[in-house]
């Protein structure tokens, strides 16, 4: 009898490895939400020295603001791919596989769409918008995502959508949601992953 669930619990894992890719870091998440909150901070300093007047597109602060964005997101991808990585070593499962490849693409298709619909808000002056555009299309991209890795994920994007939406009603708190659904979300979301799958390896 013994020997009959262990064969189940092996086939059931053998399916799982084949349509789920597991080995998304928990601790990548909690960064990416400590570079968030960080990014928050120094975006408000910046506006803070702006004395609260209307930023440009062609103002200094609007052109440091876009790089403390550039660099957090570039800080969260080196992150999140290094220790995913170190992960999959770990677990002896291949970082780039079918699974991995099929996660990326369901991914990237609403983030890349919300990017551009981005940048056409800026091109024509919504600028209150883009946070909670860029909130809802990032918490898309993850339920979009979900069912190729841990269900998690899909909360972690129906929590980020929700809070973009009242972002969306409250567009002059947008900085402040942004801190919440980048950063707050993603260290709950990340310390629960970390605490039920990073551990157990």
Request: hydrophobic share 50%; proline share 1%.
């Amino acid at each position: 009898m013994e020997n009959y669930l262990q064969d189940i619990q092996d086939i059931r894992k053998m399916m799982d490895r084949s349509t789920q890719f597991l080995s998304l870091s928990g601790l990548a998440g909690i960064l990416a939400g400590v570079y968030a909150l960080l990014g928050a901070y120094a975006a408000k300093q910046v506006y803070d020295m702006n004395y609260g007047n209307y930023i440009t597109l062609e103002s200094n602060s609007f052109k440091a603001i876009v790089g403390i964005a550039l660099a957090v997101l570039l800080m969260s991808v080196v992150t999140a791919f290094l220790l995913t990585a170190r992960k999959a070593k770990r677990s002896g499962e291949s970082m780039w596989n079918s699974t991995s490849k099929r996660l990326a693409v369901n991914f990237l298709i609403p983030l890349a769409t919300g990017g551009i619909f981005c940048l056409l808000l800026l091109r024509n002056g919504y600028y209150g918008l883009i946070a909670p555009v860029t909130l809802i299309f990032y918490g898309l991209a993850c339920v979009n995502a979900s069912k190729y890795t841990m269900r998690d994920v899909r909360y972690l994007g129906l929590t980020v959508i929700l809070i973009g939406l009242v972002a969306a009603e409250f567009t002059g708190y947008g900085l402040e949601f942004w801190a919440l659904g980048f950063g707050v979300c993603h260290i709950l979301y990340g310390s629960v992953m970390y605490y039920k799958y990073d551990r157990k390896q």
